[in-house]
């Protein structure tokens, strides 16, 4: 069975540029997470999809930010623009709905120059 | 605030000897993980204990829980120079009816070969 999956893997833009990160979780997962490490920080949460709708949005950083999960499969995660202190790893995350593992994916880095 | 917080930030050891690694926490939890990334690359969960259990094994690892102290510890044993990585805890957040994990900061391991 396929993992969680993350495109693309890296990502180089320029400050003030968009990018949109792509996540497809493991087939018949409700649940889905996006988090990130920025400058070897803690990883911290973003937010949380089940199926197609925002049930925790709390950790986007600002208005830049643009999650959705349309259909209740894939996710994007759109940043626009994109500003230096965005760079770092994306990474997304499922379960299957009352799981409590989530499998993550490998991650998209991102590098804002 | 943070919850889950591990200690040390960074230890660097001699290949074959042992590595422990602490993690607090603050809430009650419902689980907590250990997860482990390689430099650039994707998370790796690695072992999963639930608040019911006190000591949990998976080959060279070794997790133990105090709910009662908050605190938990991996422990790595006969290490390796692949073991080299930053090692994360991440304990469960129940809100409602869904979960977020949220992690530490991590602890960055070196093992010199």
């Known amino acids: 069975e396929a993992g969680v999956t993350q495109f693309p893997s890296h990502s180089v833009i320029e400050k003030g540029q968009t990018v949109t990160l792509r996540c497809d979780p493991i087939s018949g997962h409700d649940n889905l997470y996006w988090y990130r490490r920025v400058m070897g920080k803690e990883i911290k949460f973003l937010l949380h999809?089940?199926?197609?709708?925002?049930?925790?949005e709390s950790g986007m950083p600002n208005n830049r930010f643009l999650a959705e999960r349309t259909g209740g499969t894939y996710s994007t995660l759109k940043v626009q623009p994109a500003e230096l202190e965005d760079s770092g790893v994306y990474f997304c995350?499922?379960?299957?709905?009352?799981?409590?593992?989530?499998?993550f994916g490998p991650g998209t880095r991102l590098t804002v120059l | 605030s943070q919850q889950g917080e591990e200690d040390p930030q960074a230890l660097s050891i001699q290949e074959g000897e042992n590595a422990t690694m602490n993690c607090s926490y603050k809430?009650?939890?419902?689980?907590l993980q250990w997860y482990r990334q390689n430099s650039g690359r994707g998370l790796v969960h690695l072992i999963l204990i639930r608040s019911n259990e006190r000591e949990k094994h998976s080959g060279r690892l070794r997790v133990t829980l105090d709910t009662s102290k908050k605190s938990s510890s991996l422990l790595i044993t006969a290490s390796r120079a692949a073991d080299t990585a930053s090692y994360f805890c991440?304990?469960?957040?129940?809100?409602?009816?869904?979960?977020?994990?949220?992690f530490g900061p991590g602890t960055s391991l070196s093992v010199i070969p």
């Open positions: 991440a304990t469960d957040a129940k809100k409602t009816s869904y979960d977020k994990v949220i």
């Open positions: 809430t009650s939890i419902n689980n």
């Open positions: 999809f089940v199926k197609e709708s925002k049930q925790d």
């Open positions: 995350a499922s379960s299957p709905r009352g799981g409590n593992e989530q499998f």
